[in-house]
């Protein structure tokens, strides 16, 4: 993979949480959003530090 196909879709991950986020903060009413969100931002920072990993094994 390029490296320029990885940080294409490092960017697309990155926008994809920050959409996350604007809405999670528009329902701040809702606990339970607020808990998946939670759980889904976790699950989006372990796949981040998966792809880094990755990116890291493919420059060497």
Do not use: T, W
Not at 18 to 37: C, D, F, G, P, W
């Amino acid at each position: 993979m390029s490296e320029q196909r990885i940080n294409g879709a490092i960017d697309r991950i990155e926008r994809a949480l920050i959409r996350i986020e604007v809405q999670a903060s528009r329902a701040r009413a809702s606990e339970e959003l607020l808990e998946n969100h939670e759980k889904l931002k976790s699950r989006v920072a372990a796949s981040l530090a998966q792809l880094d990993g990755l990116i890291e094994s493919l420059e060497k």
